[in-house]
Each structure stands twice: as structure tokens, then as C-alpha cells.
């Protein structure tokens, strides 16, 4: 069971930026494909990166050209860089790994292990 732990959720101002991490301590992130997710009070979760382990990424549309999704396999954490956040950006945001590597996905059923999500509030 991988165990992870985001962290850099907080309050920003529109227009403001944000860099999450998750990290994953004991286990290997250049094994795994990870992504971040996103939910808002009321609504489905949602995709926002993916990254596979060559480092090709995927971005949903409504994040593309603000949020950088990256990982430091030697640290074995994994970052959202968010910039000109928006509050529509307002959400719990989870980062999320899964085993089985294909081609980066956003997915939410493709991956296996959550970690317990931080909040990020845009006003």
C-alpha cells in the first residue's frame, strides 16, 4: 500500500500561485504514474494532471498553460506548480498513483492509492 502525503494547499488571492507537493516516502515514484485530482463541495472529482514515468503529462483544458504538473524521482515527491489561479481553481486537491503505467491519464478509476488531500482556496 503506497501512502501518500500532500502538503502547500492554503488561501491565495485570484491571480495568485500555488505549489503543491505529495510525497511518498519509502516507495519508488519512477515505478508509478501519478496525477492530481480535484473536488469541490458538491461536484464529481476531477482530473487535473497526469504525469507517466517518462514524464509525459496530460492537463484537463480548463488548467492548461497555468498548472505545471512535475516529479523529482530522487525525492520522490510530485508537484502542481498553480499559477493565475482562479477561484473556480477553489477545491480538495489529491494527488493519486497508479501501478499499472500506460500513458498519462486523468482517469480517476485508473488509479490505486489517494492521499488524504489538501485544500486550496482562491477569493
Known amino acids: 500500500h503506497v501512502q501518500l502525503v500532500e502538503s502547500g494547499g492554503g488561501s491565495v488571492q485570484a491571480g495568485g500561485s500555488l505549489r503543491l507537493s505529495c510525497a511518498a516516502p519509502?516507495?519508488?515514484?519512477?515505478?508509478?504514474?501519478m496525477g492530481w485530482f480535484r473536488q469541490a463541495p458538491g461536484k464529481e472529482r476531477e482530473g487535473v494532471a497526469g504525469?507517466?514515468?517518462?514524464?509525459?503529462?496530460i492537463y484537463a483544458d480548463s488548467v492548461k498553460g497555468r498548472f505545471t504538473i512535475s516529479k523529482d524521482n530522487a525525492k520522490n515527491t510530485l508537484y502542481l506548480l498553480m499559477n493565475s489561479l482562479k477561484p473556480e481553481d477553489t477545491a480538495m486537491y489529491y494527488c493519486?498513483?497508479?501501478?499499472?503505467?500506460?500513458?498519462?491519464?486523468?482517469?480517476?478509476?485508473?488509479?490505486?492509492?489517494w492521499g488524504q488531500g489538501t485544500q486550496v482556496t482562491v477569493s
Open positions: 493519486a498513483a497508479r501501478a499499472l503505467c500506460g500513458l498519462p491519464t486523468l482517469n480517476v478509476y485508473a488509479y490505486n492509492y
Open positions: 519509502g516507495y519508488t515514484y519512477s515505478s508509478y504514474c
Open positions: 504525469i507517466d514515468r517518462d514524464g509525459r503529462t
